[in-house]
């Protein structure tokens, strides 16, 4: 039969290696996700990505990566060089036609 300061030596020494293992465990862990980033780099490492507007990433340290979306500014007018009809209206909302000159628009403006 064991003695019991073997069985208390043994269970003692058990315990150490196991917190040694989870603390490698860990430092490996957050070692190999420290080389990301941003979003791009967080998703492409297969970290869960939030299905939200925009998007989101965490890395498991608690690092917090945003998806950046490009804005995008309305066109104030639209470009219709090219339709057959010469657009001299000058119009000042968003949507009207551009104006045509026949220096802007040779082929409807003759």
């Known amino acids: 039969m064991i003695s019991f300061p073997k ?8 315990i150490l290696l ?5 603390m490698m465990l860990l430092y490996l862990r957050s070692f190999r996700y ?16 939030t299905e939200s507007y925009p ?14 979306i490009p804005t995008v500014s309305p066109s104030v007018c639209l470009d ?15 949507g009207c036609p551009c104006p045509e000159t026949p220096a802007t628009c040779p082929q409807d403006c003759r």
Do not use: H, K, M, Y
């Not at 069985?7 to 058990?14: K, M």
């Not at 420290?34 to 990505?49: E, K, Q, R, T, Y």
């Open 80 to 94: 219709l060089c090219g339709n057959g009809t010469c657009e001299e209206i000058v119009c000042t909302a968003i």
């Open 34 to 49: 420290s080389g990301i980033s941003n979003f791009a780099d967080c998703a492409a490492a297969g970290l869960p990505v």
């Open 18 to 22: 196991s917190a040694l293992a989870l």
């Open 7 to 14: 069985l208390w030596l043994f269970a003692v020494g058990l």
């Open 55 to 68: 998007r989101q990433c965490r890395t498991p340290d608690g690092s917090s990566f945003v998806e950046e």
